[in-house]
């Protein structure tokens, strides 16, 4: 059993589509779970549908919309403080040790984060390797198990198969909740994935009923 798991994304809205699922499981085990959020998003272009945002009022909607989401999945919260778009710009090992001194103080068993370049965003890949350098810098024996998640097109076929794979579909009600407590993302980013008259839930099924992690290895 975990002791105490840490999930490390950029953006509000990451922890829902990415790991909700999974973060339900370890709550409902009784795992504390801790989401460290190193933006709010700021610099979104979803404004809502029908829009009710703009971006000077965006930043606080995203915030509270997370504060949301993690009510409903029951973990705590840290925003890290970064500025949305530009943690490919910030000295990495600056905001590796940043995060290492968090890790340090949490002492989690398990750090889930993005897999660098093969997670779409340059934000995700960039808080993605400070994370994982945060956990390097560790000492050995202090270190947390990573899930790194893979989220480009191919990266089946450029990693091979995940190691972990989590079927989710118990606690699919509460992801889909999480993800549509993110309004202002929610239905534009879902809406990519829809034709004409599917059905919104039906497709998040199919995309959103496991999530999938590599156990990073450190040869050191």
């Avoid at 919260?77 to 949305?84: A, F, V």
């Avoid at 779409?120 to 198990?145: K, S, Y």
């Avoid at 829809?194 to 450190?218: G, M, S, V």
């Amino acid at each position: 059993m975990e002791k105490h798991v840490v999930v490390i994304y950029p953006h509000p809205d990451d922890e829902s589509f990415g790991a909700a699922g999974t973060m339900t499981k370890y709550r409902k085990e009784g795992v504390p779970v801790t989401y460290l959020c190193g933006t709010l998003g700021e610099m979104g272009r979803n404004m809502g549908s029908p829009t009710f945002a703009n971006r000077e009022t965006l930043p606080e909607i995203r915030k509270e919309e997370l504060i949301q989401a993690c009510n409903i999945l029951d973990v705590d919260l840290q925003l890290l403080g970064y500025r949305d778009k530009t943690i490919e710009y910030e000295d990495r090992g600056e905001v590796a040790a940043h995060l290492k001194g968090i890790l340090e103080e949490i002492k989690p068993s398990l750090v889930i984060t993005h897999y660098p370049e093969h997670a779409v965003h340059p934000d995700h890949n960039a808080l993605g390797a400070a994370a994982i350098e945060a956990v390097r810098l560790m000492d050995a024996e202090d270190r947390p198990v990573v899930w790194a998640q893979a989220i480009t097109n191919n990266y089946h076929e450029i990693l091979g198969e995940p190691d972990v794979t989590n079927d989710i579909s118990e606690y699919f009600e509460t992801k889909m909740e999480a993800i549509m407590s993110h309004a202002s993302q929610a239905s534009g980013i879902l809406g990519q994935f829809k034709k004409d008259d599917d059905d919104i839930n039906e497709l998040a099924k199919k995309r959103f009923t496991t999530e999938q992690f590599y156990i990073w290895q450190f040869n050191d």
